[in-house]
């Protein structure tokens, strides 16, 4: 196998892979750092990447199932490494795990001594009802808060515009959405005034996700409000139920693992500092002299 440069203007077969980028940071593939893995006439692999400030982001990395354990990824970082050496402080990877291939992507980054930095923003968690029962979250089964009925346009219309003013999170699909649980959705106000709230969302026939929550109160406040979706969610659903959390700052991460102590992270961010890539770059530059 070899390792190929690939033209940002002409990609050729490399296209359709490059057309599966969600380009959050760059405008175009343009502005990407781009390496084919090629077997013979094959295109067999890809790597691209693009440069934030003194970072190099990796946008993708994959390599055909055929192909895999033979040093392919390791040959195209390696490559897109040493271009990059001058002017790199460092290289991120981030992803969220939903497959196979991402835990293969994570022994790969760990191969080449990237280290997961665990500190992603938006941490996302998943486990299950199961785990809910012995945690404090299903401690109390006193309803706190109203449930939100969405057929009441005034406070449908109330929550919408306060979400909408303050820039809060909300529903992933929209307010319209039927995805949305509202057996375990709540708001808790006081004298008029939203003060607290949540919203679940189902994603598929075995998991539900808490999608958006928000508490400006005390932190009593958001626990009761929690302890009652929880309790709702175990009569509901069967303990096999799956929950995607997503966490909002390090100290919402560290909440979820005190309740959710084997919950796993499917959300990475993987770091190799260029400090470490320069001392192996002059070690294989010093091997090859020899």
């Known amino acids: 196998m070899k390792v190929v440069a690939v ?3 002409d990609p050729g077969v490399y296209k359709p892979w490059l057309d599966k980028i969600v380009l959050d940071e760059v405008k175009d593939i343009s502005e990407l750092l781009i390496y084919g893995l090629e077997e013979g ?7 691209a990447g693009h440069v934030r400030g003194v970072t ?21 970082l390696r490559a897109m490494r040493n271009t990059c050496v001058p002017y790199i402080e460092e290289a991120e990877c981030s992803f969220t795990e939903n497959g196979p291939d991402h835990a293969l992507l994570c022994a790969v980054l760990r191969h080449f001594t990237f ?26 089964d006193k309803e706190f808060g109203e449930a939100i009925d969405p057929n009441d346009e005034y406070t449908m219309n109330n929550i919408i515009r306060f979400i909408d003013s ?38 598929d026939e075995d998991d539900i996700t808490l999608a958006a929550a928000f508490n400006d109160g005390e932190p009593i406040v958001l626990l009761r409000m ?11 659903y ?6 995607y959390v ?10 979820i693992l005190n309740l959710l102590p084997n919950a796993k992270r499917l959300s990475h961010r993987y770091v190799f500092h260029m400090k470490d890539w320069v001392y192996r770059y002059l070690q294989e530059n010093a091997s090859n002299k020899e």
Request: with cysteine; glycine share 6%.
């Open 7 to 9: 033209n940002e203007s």
């Open 41 to 47: 006439d094959l295109a067999v692999g890809i790597l």
């Open 56 to 76: 190099l982001v990796i946008d993708m990395l994959y390599v055909a199932k055929d192909y895999r354990g033979r040093g392919g990824a390791s040959m195209m």
């Open 115 to 140: 280290v997961d930095a665990q500190d992603t923003a938006l941490t996302i968690f998943h486990s299950t009802l199961s785990e809910l029962q012995d945690s404090i979250l299903a401690k109390s």
């Open 166 to 203: 303050q820039h809060l999170p909300g529903p992933v699909k929209g307010f319209d959405s039927n995805c949305i649980d509202w057996d375990l959705s709540r708001v808790y106000m006081e004298n008029g005034r939203i003060i607290s709230y949540l919203f679940t969302e189902k994603v």
């Open 226 to 236: 929690l302890q009652t979706i929880t309790a709702k969610a175990l009569k509901k």
């Open 238 to 243: 069967p303990p096999t139920m799956g929950i």
């Open 246 to 255: 997503q966490a909002i700052t390090q100290s919402s991460t560290a909440l």
